[in-house]
Nanobody, 114 residues
Framework: VQLQASGGGSVQAGGSLRLSCVASGRIFRLSEMGWHRQAPGKQRELVATIYSGGTIRYSDSVKGRFTISRDNAENTVYLQMNSLKPEDTAVHYC?????????WGQGTQVTVSS
């Protein structure tokens, strides 16, 4: 499984960004997909997960501001980030869980200035 993330950038507080992650493989639709982030000096944390059946979970810190979605036809998972805050600044990673193994994409930097 290969994952290619894109869409990061620099925005001011209150702005929006949309991250995309394209996955290889025909088993995408069966995979649990997630977005994680890691700020400098902090541990990587889970931001949002979307399961193959459509169940979605968010961390409390992004609930109501971020939306995760997937397009199985395009093997792509998205993270729409609205009302961004400086504390959202981090490298964001997408991941896929297949047969109990988590695969990671390369990170994309999100920087939010106040």
């Amino acid at each position: 499984v290969q994952l290619q993330a894109s869409g990061g950038g620099s925005v001011q507080a209150g702005g929006s960004l949309r991250l995309s992650c394209v996955a290889s493989g025909r088993i995408f639709r069966l995979s649990e997909m997630g977005w994680h982030r890691q700020a400098p000096g902090k541990q990587r944390e889970l931001v949002a997960t979307i399961y193959s059946g459509g169940t979605i979970r968010y961390s409390d810190s992004v609930k109501g501001r971020f939306t995760i979605s997937r397009d199985n036809a395009e093997n792509t998972v998205y993270l729409q980030m609205n009302s961004l805050k400086p504390e959202d600044t981090a490298v964001h990673y997408c991941s896929s869980v297949v047969a109990g193994i988590r695969y990671w994409g390369q990170g994309t930097q999100v920087t939010v200035s106040s």
